[in-house]
Nanobody, 131 residues
Framework: QVQVVESGGDSVQAGGSLRLSCVVS????????AAWFRQAPGKEREAVAA????????FYADSMKERFTISQDNAKNTLYLQMNNLKPEDTAMYYC????????????????????????WGQGTQVTVSS
């Protein structure tokens, strides 16, 4: 059974940084697509970043690449999201998701949307950015 557990959310001032962590277990050593999403109050969940755990490119939704960096530590089954120069509009619940497919995105098929193709989700970690 796949389990996804996020941590690292906090309240920070604008301009600050945070690193979110996500431990994924239960994939039995298989590679999978791992991603971060976020949902602000009153808004639809949106994609932030994704990567395929076998290695290769990281993928970002529009406007996320400038300040966010997704990375992984396969030895620890852990996914990270480094967030720099945080802004009040980054305030949201951040979710980690995992699914057993090879995620490849491109300019013609970009990472976007609420992540309906992911079946394994964490409980979320809250990020609050004050001005």
């Amino acid at each position: 059974q796949v389990q996804v557990v996020e941590s690292g959310g906090d309240s920070v001032q604008a301009g600050g940084s945070l690193r979110l962590s996500c431990v994924v277990s239960g994939y039995g050593g298989s590679y999978y697509c791992a991603a971060w999403f976020r949902q602000a109050p009153g808004k639809e969940r949106e994609a932030v970043a994704a990567l395929y755990t076998a290695g290769g490119d990281a993928f970002y939704a529009d406007s996320m690449k400038e300040r966010f960096t997704i990375s992984q530590d396969n030895a620890k089954n852990t996914l990270y999201l480094q967030m720099n120069n945080l802004k009040p509009e980054d305030t949201a619940m951040y979710y980690c998701a995992a699914e057993f497919f090879r995620c490849i995105y491109s300019d013609s098929d970009p990472l976007r949307g609420p992540g309906d193709d992911f079946g394994n989700w964490g409980q979320g970690t809250q990020v609050t950015v004050s001005s």
